[in-house]
Nanobody, 124 residues
Framework: QVQLVESGGGLVQTGGSLRLSCAASGRTFSRYAMGWFRQAPGKEREFVAAITWSRSSTVYADSVKGRFTISRDNAKNTVYLQMNSLKPEDTAVYYC?????????????????WGQGTQVTVSS
């Protein structure tokens, strides 16, 4: 089993920055591909970014490309999402997800474990 706990959400003004963290339990964390998703009120949960276990590959949604950066520290069992130039449309609950495979995927059903989410609110 893997447990994921997100932190770092909050309220920020347009143009501001936040860094989300996701702490994972489990000895094989370093072998999992990790992803971030988000869900705004009344909308489907959508892909934001993902990273391979080796950090050799990353993928971003077009809506965040150039503004968000995903990274991971396998020694700390933690994955991060640095969010810059935030916009009101980035407001959502952000979820960390893990899949028990090394390959990046962008569909939520391809992830095996989920955190409880952390709220990000960007004011205009």
């Amino acid at each position: 089993q893997v447990q994921l706990v997100e932190s770092g959400g909050g309220l920020v003004q347009t143009g501001g920055s936040l860094r989300l963290s996701c702490a994972a339990s489990g000895r094989t964390f370093s072998r999992y591909a990790m992803g971030w998703f988000r869900q705004a009120p009344g909308k489907e949960r959508e892909f934001v970014a993902a990273i391979t276990w080796s950090r050799s590959s990353t993928v971003y949604a077009d809506s965040v490309k150039g503004r968000f950066t995903i990274s991971r520290d396998n020694a700390k069992n933690t994955v991060y999402l640095q969010m810059n130039s935030l916009k009101p449309e980035d407001t959502a609950v952000y979820y960390c997800a893990a899949r028990t495979d090394q390959a990046i995927r962008v569909l939520k059903y391809e992830y095996d474990y989920w955190g409880q989410g952390t709220q990000v609110t960007v004011s205009s």
